[in-house]
């Protein structure tokens, strides 16, 4: 089944084709065959078989197996005959990631990069089951979960320019706590406010180098050696019990409704049915908790920034760049067969990546294209692109999300111990925060692909173009 046949750079479609559309891939050759060893392309080619399915099931060269959609699915579907699925959406919905400026540079940061980062990891909660700052009733979670980040500008937490600088303005309107359970709420409520563990962390960065002048200028990255804070965290165990709830509700609509699943991983139900309307006013409640999640973090690093370096935040400079979603299903105007429609996009380990000029992105950057931001593995570089026109025509205004994992984390805490893991940081001049010494394992770069040769693809497949690369100094793991 998985026979690849090259459509063109770092372009590959999956034969035979047995879906309704076919399953693209936008990978190198090495990344691509990589993807044969899991069940990526199984589950693409799951994914081309269900319906109201629009022109192919699109894996990005980050792909790697998960639940439903592989991790790195993108797929369309029509609002007249098609389905939303929370496994086209995943677990940790609204996992994402934002960066932050600053007009330090690396000079300016080294001598208390050891304070900067014990006090960082100090104030802003991280690992298993933390807790966070915040402390909401259930019923307070409601505004926060409508209002998404623009709730936490309200009551103080960030700056009101912030808003603009996030995918949606940092709130779903759509938002519908009231189809959210008891139980994801009371997961939530104290969560709230926190980094979380698995793959999120919080990094202080130097750019290392600029690909692009002009558009990093529009971005307000001025110069190699400036420090920047990378923020990546989601909806915490919320938006998990939001997707395992769901999961369950679109099992038997799947039944109600007579669609033949090819996985049961991948039940859904038809875009305007009750289910499927039901599912996106939770999972959007969810996206707006993480929104909101990431702001009140955002307000805690520039208090920290301004403890250690003496200056305010707006002396440091500390805009928000940007702020993106890697698991979500959206409803977006995109061009099919010549024409404008609206569609359901799911993007699960997937960034949006809109070309210059659309309407969607801040006016501040609209003339040079959306800011999209990719992290790297712990101790490699992360990186930031510019969405580019190819992905409005080929994906669905789609790049990649990161590095993506190509072992368990039970392999990783074998194969490599948490000494040498810290021990390869220490060499490259890294400072390390984390929670235990498993997390450490488990997040080694090894375990995950090359990110260079990630966004490398997606530059040569035209869905996005890179600006610059940033390094890690500091990096604080839950």
């Known amino acids: 089944m998985d026979e690849l046949t090259n459509l063109g750079p770092a372009k590959w479609e999956l034969s035979p084709r047995e879906g309704r559309v076919p399953v693209w891939l936008y990978a190198n050759s090495q990344l691509a065959e990589k993807m044969k060893r899991d069940r990526t392309l199984w589950q693409a080619s799951n994914v081309s078989k269900l319906p109201g399915i629009i022109k192919a099931a699109e894996v990005m060269p980050d792909g790697h197996e998960g639940y439903g959609f592989p991790i790195g699915g993108v797929a369309a579907f029509g609002m007249e005959d098609g389905i939303i699925s929370p496994g086209g959406v995943g677990y940790d919905i609204n996992c994402g990631v934002r960066m932050i400026l600053t007009n330090l540079t690396a000079s300016d ?19 298993v089951g933390s807790k966070g700052r915040i402390r909401l009733t259930r019923e307070e979670l409601d505004a926060p979960l409508r209002e998404g980040a623009q709730w936490a500008i309200s009551k103080g937490y960030g700056w009101a320019e912030d808003a603009e600088r996030i995918e949606e303005n940092g709130r779903m309107m759509e938002a519908d706590p009231s189809k959210v359970s008891d139980m994801a709420m009371k997961r939530g409520a104290p969560q709230f406010g ?149 569609v359901c996009v799911h993007r699960k380990g997937a960034t949006r990546a809109f070309a210059p000029g659309r309407k969607e992105i801040p006016q ?115």
Request: charged share 25%.
């Open 194 to 342: 926190t980094l979380g563990a698995g793959n999120h962390f919080l990094e202080v960065q130097r750019v290392a180098e600029i690909a692009d002048e002009k558009t990093a200028k529009a971005f307000g990255i001025e110069s190699k050696d400036q420090v920047v804070v990378m923020l990546h965290c989601g909806s915490r165990g919320f938006g998990h019990q939001v997707c395992d709830d769901y999961i369950r509700v679109m099992l038997d609509a799947a039944k109600k409704y007579d669609i033949a699943l090819p996985d049961r991983e991948l039940c859904c139900a038809p875009i305007n049915s009750k289910e499927a309307v039901d599912y996106v006013g939770a999972m959007y409640s969810a996206v707006n908790y993480a929104f909101c999640n990431r702001q009140v973090m955002t307000h805690w690093i520039r208090e920290t920034f301004q403890d250690v370096f003496k200056k305010s935040p707006d002396a440091l400079n500390m805009h928000v760049v940007y702020d993106v979603c890697h698991n979500i299903a959206k409803f977006e105007e995109h061009e099919v067969l010549g024409k404008k429609t609206k």
């Open 364 to 478: 501040i950057y609209r003339a040079a294209g959306q800011p999209v931001i990719i992290p790297g593995s712990m101790g490699t570089a992360s990186y930031l692109l510019v969405g580019a026109e190819g992905a409005m025509k080929e994906s669905w205004g789609s790049t990649c999300h990161g590095a993506g994992r190509t072992m368990s984390r039970h392999q990783a805490i074998r194969d490599y111990p948490a000494a040498a893991v810290q021990k390869d940081l220490d060499s490259k001049g890294i400072v390390l925060r984390a929670t235990g010494k498993e997390i450490i394992s488990e997040e080694a770069s090894g375990a995950y692909k090359d990110v260079s040769a990630v966004v490398a693809s997606v530059q040569e497949a035209g869905l996005s173009r890179i600006v610059a690369r940033v390094e890690p100094m500091g990096v604080a793991k839950g």
């Open 109 to 127: 940061v080294k001598p208390k990069l050891n304070e900067l980062m014990t006090k960082l990891f100090t104030n802003i909660p991280s690992g």
